[in-house]
């Protein structure tokens, strides 16, 4: 007898309707077949659902049966097959109604003795049945409360396929299920608590507002990391649904941790530099898993130290920060993941960190002061729009009793959000700020004031900035000028802009080749 | 190529490098391009590889100056200072001996292949080294001391406690050679050399051409360049963030800091000052006070 119900396969940030389809055949020898490009993982559901099923005093049927998952070409992963494989021989042996179980969607790992474990990606698998106008889904009561933020879905929370059972015969009434709640606002390092570094706090503030990435070079202790940690504090408040397209991916990763709430604080990831490619962008056999550039998914990643990076895993960010996704192709098919994140890299002014420190010598030698600059100003710096430049905190400074604190995180932020609403309306899109509209669209919108113009014309001589610099300068003081609110860009803007722009190791270079 | 092999015997052979004799003179050196001179009339600049771009500027004015006086500039081919000192002697259109620590055929450092090219052409490369042999950590002293020998009198711009350019001043003095040291900011790293010698008076400090020729009380028909003219007065705002740069270089922050001035004014006056040469933006993004600048400053 033949018995079909659903689950979902995970694709990439999204999940897929699968077809479960279990067949009871009249004769043949007893055997379990799992077809459909099963994964390992998968293909194990047979031990797990075996024990489950007898543990409801059903004795497995002694017959061939099949289990079908279709499309068959798609390449299937994880355990959440189980509850939908146990459900479907159950039906296909007339212990259950094959009519009740068939418009439902179910996912969830079984245990031996019956009971139901989490799985992931269960807030993807309710976008996908309202998407499908399915009846329900069946999961894990741990993960359902990420199922219920979706309206139109019901929501049937089960922690074993006993409950699931009588839910379908009828004989059990579900709990209810409230959906997650947003995450308790953690303690955000507040801009507030940063002493000095004035014009980094201002930095910051830009690249905030503009969304533009940012590189900052300080001596060892100078802040760095403190600074970075931060911009997501300032940074817009997320949308709902850049919420939910955080805590879908947070999910898929498996990484919802024991809270279970919908993110709405904006992720910080500071990888360490011997991260592999395969962990910074998202990869692995079969169907690849996001990497660290989407878990920063509008939110921040840091890397500090960026020196120390591989040059090879370094222009993998290259296409995320271009087109705000990433694309992994890999033996079981390709998949994308959002990937649209500020970056701010962090390094020393060179390896031994005291250059042009006013207390300490540097102690490099030519050649490593060479291969150093040959990484930073590799194939990242395109991509970046703004240069800080930290001093190391004075005795005085450090001890500050509290002398001058600035502006707090949410004051900023308020700024920030003004700026973007700015450009909300210029560019009307929420995802265009002034760092990543085309050339084309930026040049429209950045109207210089004669005097503007005047002066980004001497400095294009004097410093002998390329196209892309005079772009980046442009992008940076139309960021400025949307901060105070201006319409056309000022002197002013561009002053501050050139002082902002990225290194000038180039110029630096050319100085020491003696033009 | 105009290679050949001096020696004692050869007329070529200069006075300075006998000289040299308590401290083991040569016995042949291997010599590409124009001829060897007279030690009265070369003049060695030395220093560090790592130098500061004030340094660098600083060797190549000296190097241009001392080839427009007619003196030949003695240097060793290294990277930073030695490469200003040469080049600025080749850009005045003089003569420069490059003394190196390896073959004459051999291009070290790799960097300076092209300059090397253009001393062997327009100047003179020495070595002590035969064809083909490596540039070994232990030829750079000995090469030091024909640097020395081969000068009238050594200026050192710029170096640390250990380097080679005061290796070459300490040769130099054992050989009764004149050093010169330009005095540099006690917070300047490879400053400690030169400010090391002053100190135990075995350096005279010099600023300027001007100087060096004063100081080896050499008549040289040498006239430093006047300022630029109509050096465009600077607004007060202006003077006071010139005056805040020093040789040091600082951040925007910390001239706001010495001002008491806003940011935003801060940037306006050093993108206005660098746009006109005067202060310029370092390597990580700092600024620093540019010879213009200090004229200028000095001026008002």
Redesign the interface.
């Given at each position: 007898m033949l018995a079909k119900t659903e689950s979902v396969a995970l694709v990439g940030s999204d999940a897929r309707l699968i077809e479960v389809e279990v067949h009871v055949a009249l004769g043949g020898l007893p055997t379990f077949r799992l077809v459909g490009l099963p994964a390992k993982s998968v293909v194990e559901a047979e031990q797990r659902t075996r024990a489950a099923v007898e543990s409801l005093d059903h004795r497995w049927p002694q017959k061939r049966i099949t289990a079908n998952l279709a499309p068959g070409a798609l390449r299937k992963e994880g355990t959440h097959f189980d509850l939908a494989i146990a459900l479907g021989v159950l039906a296909a042996d007339k212990r259950l109604d094959g009519q009740a179980i068939a418009d439902w969607v179910c996912v969830g790992e079984l245990a031996l003795d019956g009971s139901i474990r989490p799985v992931r990606g269960v807030l993807a698998s309710a976008i996908e049945c309202r998407r499908a106008e399915r009846r329900g889904l069946l999961c894990p009561s741990v993960n359902a409360p990420e199922a219920a933020l979706i309206e139109g879905v019901e929501t049937v929370a089960v922690s074993s396929l006993r409950e699931a059972v009588e839910f379908f015969e009828g004989r059990w009434d579900p709990p209810k299920v409230l959906p997650m709640p947003p995450d308790v606002e953690p303690l955000v390092e507040d801009l507030r608590e940063v002493r000095g570094h004035e014009g980094a706090k201002r930095g910051l503030e830009i690249a905030a507002a503009g969304g533009h990435n940012l590189l900052m070079i300080g001596s060892p202790g100078s802040g760095k990391t403190m600074l970075a940690q931060r911009l997501p504090g300032i940074l817009p408040e997320m949308s709902f649904e850049e919420s939910m397209e955080v805590t879908k991916l947070y999910s898929i990763a498996g990484l919802l941790g024991e809270g279970r709430s919908l993110i709405r604080t904006r992720p910080f990831r500071a990888p360490h530099q011997h991260i592999s490619t395969a962990g910074l962008i998202g990869g692995g056999h079969g169907l690849a898993r996001p990497g660290e550039v989407s878990l920063a998914d509008r939110g921040v990643l840091f890397l500090d130290e960026l020196s120390l990076f591989r040059r090879d895993v370094l222009e993998s960010l290259r296409g995320p920060l271009e087109e705000g996704v990433i694309r992994l192709a890999r033996s079981g098919g390709v998949v994308n993941y959002p990937a649209n994140f500020s970056l701010i890299a962090a390094t020393n002014p060179c390896p031994c960190g005291f250059k042009e420190d006013p207390y300490r010598g540097c102690t490099c030698t030519p050649r490593q002061l060479r291969d150093h600059d040959a990484v930073i100003s590799g194939p990242l710096l395109d991509r970046i729009d703004i240069q800080l430049v930290l001093d190391r905190l004075t005795r005085d400074e450090l001890m500050g009793a509290g002398a001058e604190q600035g502006d707090s995180s949410a004051a900023v932020r308020e700024r920030v959000e003004k700026a973007r609403l700015v450009q909300l309306e210029r560019y009307g899109s929420a995802l265009k700020t002034n760092a990543n509209v085309p050339k084309r669209e930026l040049m429209t919108h950045a109207e210089l004031t004669p005097a503007a113009r005047t002066d980004l014309a001497d400095s294009i001589e004097k410093h002998h900035l390329s196209g892309r610099g005079v772009t980046r300068v442009l992008r940076v003081a139309r960021t400025i000028a949307d901060l105070e609110g201006a319409g056309s860009i000022y002197p002013e803007h561009i002053a501050d802009a050139l002082l902002l722009r990225l290194c000038a190791i180039e110029e630096h270079f050319q100085a020491e080749a003696g033009r | 190529m105009n290679m050949r092999q001096v020696t004692p015997r050869d007329p070529e052979w200069t006075d300075g490098l006998n000289a040299l004799d308590p401290i083991d003179p040569p016995e042949v050196l291997f010599v590409e391009g124009r001829p060897l001179v007279p030690r009265k009339k070369c003049v060695a600049v030395v220093g560090t590889?790592?130098c500061t771009?004030t340094g660098?500027e600083l060797a190549?004015e000296f190097g241009q100056a001392l080839a427009e006086a007619g003196f030949v500039v003695v240097s060793g081919l290294a990277?930073?200072i030695d490469?200003?000192a040469h080049?600025g002697a080749l850009e005045a259109g003089g003569h420069t001996i490059a003394v190196l620590g390896c073959g004459l055929d051999v291009a070290f450092p790799e960097r300076n292949a092209i300059l090397q090219k253009k001393i062997g052409a327009r100047g003179t490369l020495v070595t002590e080294q035969s064809l083909g042999t490596p540039p070994l950590a232990h030829h750079f002293p000995a090469r030091n001391r024909i640097i020395a020998g081969l000068s009238h009198a050594v200026v050192v711009v710029e170096g640390?406690f250990k380097s080679g350019a005061l290796i070459t001043a300490r040769l130099a003095l054992d050989a009764n050679r004149e050093v010169l040291a330009v005095p540099a900011s006690p917070?300047n790293?490879?400053g400690?050399g030169p400010n090391h010698l002053i100190r135990l008076g075995e350096a005279t400090p010099v600023t300027s051409p001007q100087e060096i020729f004063e100081s080896l009380e050499l008549e040289v028909a040498w006239r430093e360049a006047p300022p630029t003219p109509g050096q465009p007065d600077l607004e007060a705002g202006e003077l006071e963030v010139l005056h805040a740069l020093g040789a040091?270089?600082v951040?925007?922050?910390?001239i706001?800091r010495a001002t008491g001035r806003p940011?935003?004014?801060v940037?306006?006056t050093?993108?206005?000052l660098?746009?006109r040469?005067l202060a310029r933006?370092?390597?990580?993004?700092?600024y620093e006070i540019t010879r213009t600048g200090l004229n200028a400053s000095l001026a008002t």
């Amino acid at each position: 007898m033949l018995a079909k119900t659903e689950s979902v396969a995970l694709v990439g940030s999204d999940a897929r309707l699968i077809e479960v389809e279990v067949h009871v055949a009249l004769g043949g020898l007893p055997t379990f077949r799992l077809v459909g490009l099963p994964a390992k993982s998968v293909v194990e559901a047979e031990q797990r659902t075996r024990a489950a099923v007898e543990s409801l005093d059903h004795r497995w049927p002694q017959k061939r049966i099949t289990a079908n998952l279709a499309p068959g070409a798609l390449r299937k992963e994880g355990t959440h097959f189980d509850l939908a494989i146990a459900l479907g021989v159950l039906a296909a042996d007339k212990r259950l109604d094959g009519q009740a179980i068939a418009d439902w969607v179910c996912v969830g790992e079984l245990a031996l003795d019956g009971s139901i474990r989490p799985v992931r990606g269960v807030l993807a698998s309710a976008i996908e049945c309202r998407r499908a106008e399915r009846r329900g889904l069946l999961c894990p009561s741990v993960n359902a409360p990420e199922a219920a933020l979706i309206e139109g879905v019901e929501t049937v929370a089960v922690s074993s396929l006993r409950e699931a059972v009588e839910f379908f015969e009828g004989r059990w009434d579900p709990p209810k299920v409230l959906p997650m709640p947003p995450d308790v606002e953690p303690l955000v390092e507040d801009l507030r608590e940063v002493r000095g570094h004035e014009g980094a706090k201002r930095g910051l503030e830009i690249a905030a507002a503009g969304g533009h990435n940012l590189l900052m070079i300080g001596s060892p202790g100078s802040g760095k990391t403190m600074l970075a940690q931060r911009l997501p504090g300032i940074l817009p408040e997320m949308s709902f649904e850049e919420s939910m397209e955080v805590t879908k991916l947070y999910s898929i990763a498996g990484l919802l941790g024991e809270g279970r709430s919908l993110i709405r604080t904006r992720p910080f990831r500071a990888p360490h530099q011997h991260i592999s490619t395969a962990g910074l962008i998202g990869g692995g056999h079969g169907l690849a898993r996001p990497g660290e550039v989407s878990l920063a998914d509008r939110g921040v990643l840091f890397l500090d130290e960026l020196s120390l990076f591989r040059r090879d895993v370094l222009e993998s960010l290259r296409g995320p920060l271009e087109e705000g996704v990433i694309r992994l192709a890999r033996s079981g098919g390709v998949v994308n993941y959002p990937a649209n994140f500020s970056l701010i890299a962090a390094t020393n002014p060179c390896p031994c960190g005291f250059k042009e420190d006013p207390y300490r010598g540097c102690t490099c030698t030519p050649r490593q002061l060479r291969d150093h600059d040959a990484v930073i100003s590799g194939p990242l710096l395109d991509r970046i729009d703004i240069q800080l430049v930290l001093d190391r905190l004075t005795r005085d400074e450090l001890m500050g009793a509290g002398a001058e604190q600035g502006d707090s995180s949410a004051a900023v932020r308020e700024r920030v959000e003004k700026a973007r609403l700015v450009q909300l309306e210029r560019y009307g899109s929420a995802l265009k700020t002034n760092a990543n509209v085309p050339k084309r669209e930026l040049m429209t919108h950045a109207e210089l004031t004669p005097a503007a113009r005047t002066d980004l014309a001497d400095s294009i001589e004097k410093h002998h900035l390329s196209g892309r610099g005079v772009t980046r300068v442009l992008r940076v003081a139309r960021t400025i000028a949307d901060l105070e609110g201006a319409g056309s860009i000022y002197p002013e803007h561009i002053a501050d802009a050139l002082l902002l722009r990225l290194c000038a190791i180039e110029e630096h270079f050319q100085a020491e080749a003696g033009r | 190529m105009n290679m050949r092999q001096v020696t004692p015997r050869d007329p070529e052979w200069t006075d300075g490098l006998n000289a040299l004799d308590p401290i083991d003179p040569p016995e042949v050196l291997f010599v590409e391009g124009r001829p060897l001179v007279p030690r009265k009339k070369c003049v060695a600049v030395v220093g560090t590889r790592r130098c500061t771009v004030t340094g660098f500027e600083l060797a190549m004015e000296f190097g241009q100056a001392l080839a427009e006086a007619g003196f030949v500039v003695v240097s060793g081919l290294a990277m930073g200072i030695d490469t200003a000192a040469h080049r600025g002697a080749l850009e005045a259109g003089g003569h420069t001996i490059a003394v190196l620590g390896c073959g004459l055929d051999v291009a070290f450092p790799e960097r300076n292949a092209i300059l090397q090219k253009k001393i062997g052409a327009r100047g003179t490369l020495v070595t002590e080294q035969s064809l083909g042999t490596p540039p070994l950590a232990h030829h750079f002293p000995a090469r030091n001391r024909i640097i020395a020998g081969l000068s009238h009198a050594v200026v050192v711009v710029e170096g640390g406690f250990k380097s080679g350019a005061l290796i070459t001043a300490r040769l130099a003095l054992d050989a009764n050679r004149e050093v010169l040291a330009v005095p540099a900011s006690p917070r300047n790293p490879v400053g400690r050399g030169p400010n090391h010698l002053i100190r135990l008076g075995e350096a005279t400090p010099v600023t300027s051409p001007q100087e060096i020729f004063e100081s080896l009380e050499l008549e040289v028909a040498w006239r430093e360049a006047p300022p630029t003219p109509g050096q465009p007065d600077l607004e007060a705002g202006e003077l006071e963030v010139l005056h805040a740069l020093g040789a040091d270089s600082v951040s925007a922050d910390q001239i706001c800091r010495a001002t008491g001035r806003p940011p935003g004014s801060v940037a306006l006056t050093l993108s206005k000052l660098e746009i006109r040469g005067l202060a310029r933006r370092t390597r990580i993004g700092r600024y620093e006070i540019t010879r213009t600048g200090l004229n200028a400053s000095l001026a008002t």
